[in-house]
């Protein structure tokens, strides 16, 4: 019987340390210096944050999503959500413990897929800090549906050129290196067609027409990049996995991105729902604290369960992948997580809103952030709609039509005719 909710106490120990260094040390980061985590670390910056990094190796939960042989520590997926709903609260978490996205997906498929040389040029400096990295896919015409892309790369002797137009290109500007997903033959199936390249952002043709912001960013402040790639010559050797593999490489990658993404969720929520309570205790009105309020009482169970069903669900996919060891196998419940945590997100952190009142809404507060960031969570790494397109298709190849043309299955008038065959030399005269 292997039903186990506990952790182990050795691991707890470090969770508990995790849990107190983000609120301590972490924390207060996202308030001195938002929205500069995939800036270079200088200045200030860089002497605050390397030492936190610096304890987070010593505790050895740095990079602990990789492999030992990539100096990770080779938790799994389950300890790995245990630690990423922790360091969810702070949105410089990730940095301090080496596991930002889109840099740990892209050290992943590196690693995953690389050449020798190509994880020397690439992949250590990134598992080191020292540089940032781009996943290029999206274009312009469509993000969600990868058959539409055209950006081409064609072969001219040792060379590929690459030309085309990418969009949404999440830090781009200060990357040092951008995987590309281009056109390599156009005569078979996309699935085939595509390849991925590994192409350094000072690579003459490239140019970042506009970063983009996002609607709680500045005006004039983004870091998603429309991109134009116009005659980028790069080497033969600068394909990553080999040519017609862009989609089994794109489905690794992603894969891995969406589950990580959905731990860290779990503390965002968790973070909201926290400060929910904390304010229904808090504020009085007509003689009451909110607290005592029956519609306040359904605000917090309601989060309070919904929370727990997506925790659960995400740690139940976390142990999947430890046992499957391979992100396709478990496509369809990484699929329905993605789809849901949008929801999830943003249901309890509008009820957190709710509950604060006009101070909910203000930008002195970070809860309608959070609901902003729960639509940006429908989009990114695919649609709410695709995804629950994926589960339901691999819902239905486990089912199958009825056997009767006009009755299902279930329909009682049969089964009654059915279970009394099954019975009738029990029952005699008395049915
Ligand atoms: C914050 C953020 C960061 C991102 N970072 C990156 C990045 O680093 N690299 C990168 O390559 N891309 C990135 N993206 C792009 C992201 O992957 C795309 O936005 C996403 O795939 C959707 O593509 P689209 O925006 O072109 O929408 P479209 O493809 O135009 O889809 C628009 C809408 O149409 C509907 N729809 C689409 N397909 C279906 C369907 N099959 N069934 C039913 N309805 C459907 C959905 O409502 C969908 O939202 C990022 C996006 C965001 C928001």
């Not at 999206?138 to 058959?147: I, K, Q, Y």
């Not at 909910?360 to 639509?375: C, D, I, K, R």
Request: aromatic share 8%; with cysteine; charged share 25%.
């Amino acid at each position: 019987m292997a039903w186990d909710f506990e952790t182990e106490p050795e691991y707890q120990v470090k969770l508990d340390w995790a849990d107190a260094f983000v609120r301590e040390e972490v924390e207060p980061l996202d308030v001195q210096w938002p929205r500069l985590q995939f800036t270079a670390l200088e200045g200030a910056r860089k002497k605050a944050i390397e030492p936190l990094k610096e304890q987070v190796r010593r505790q050895g939960l740095y990079a602990t999503h990789l492999t030992p042989e990539l100096g990770g520590q080779g938790h799994g997926q389950v300890k790995l959500a245990l630690l990423n709903e922790i360091l969810g609260r702070a949105s410089w978490a990730p940095v301090v413990f080496g596991c930002q996205a889109p840099d740990t997906g892209n050290a992943e498929i590196i690693a995953h897929y690389g050449t020798d040389e190509q994880k020397k040029r690439y992949l250590e400096p990134l598992l080191n800090g020292e540089l940032f990295s781009c996943y290029a896919m999206t274009e312009p015409l469509g993000g969600a549906d990868p058959t539409q892309f055209v950006t081409r790369a064609t072969r001219d002797g040792e060379e590929w050129v690459i030309s085309g137009w990418k969009y949404f290109a999440s830090n781009a500007r200060t990357a040092s290196f951008y995987i590309v997903m281009a056109v390599t033959n156009p005569d078979v199936s996309a699935y085939q067609g595509m390849s991925m390249f590994l192409v350094p952002a000072d690579t003459p043709g490239i140019d970042i027409v506009r970063n983009q912001g996002l609607a709680m960013d500045p005006e004039g402040e983004g870091t998603h990049a429309l991109i134009h790639f116009e005659d980028v010559r790069v080497p033969a050797d600068a394909v990553l996995g080999g040519e017609g593999q862009a989609f089994a490489i794109a489905q690794t990658r992603l894969g891995g991105g969406r589950i990580h993404h959905a731990m860290r969720t779990i503390g965002q929520a968790q973070k909201a729902l926290d400060m929910l309570c904390e304010r229904a205790l808090s504020r009085k009105t007509q003689g009451t604290p909110l607290a005592e309020k029956q519609f306040v009482q359904g605000y917090i169970a309601d989060s309070y369960a919904q929370l727990l069903q997506f925790r659960l669900m995400v740690l139940y996919v976390a142990w999947s992948i430890d046992k499957h060891n391979d992100y396709r196998r478990v496509r369809k419940d990484i699929s329905a997580v993605k789809a849901v945590m949008p929801g999830v997100l943003h249901d309890i952190a509008w009820r957190a809103v709710q509950v604060h009142g006009a101070l909910g809404v203000t930008n002195e507060m970070p809860l309608f952030q959070s609901m902003l960031g729960a639509s940006i969570m429908g989009l990114s790494d695919g649609p709410t709609e695709v995804h629950k397109v994926t589960v339901a298709r691999q819902v239905l190849r486990g089912h199958r039509p009825s056997d009767d043309e006009i009755w299902p299955s279930g329909w009682l008038p049969k089964r009654r005719e059915d279970a009394a065959k099954k019975y009738a030399h029990l029952l005699g005269d008395d049915q």
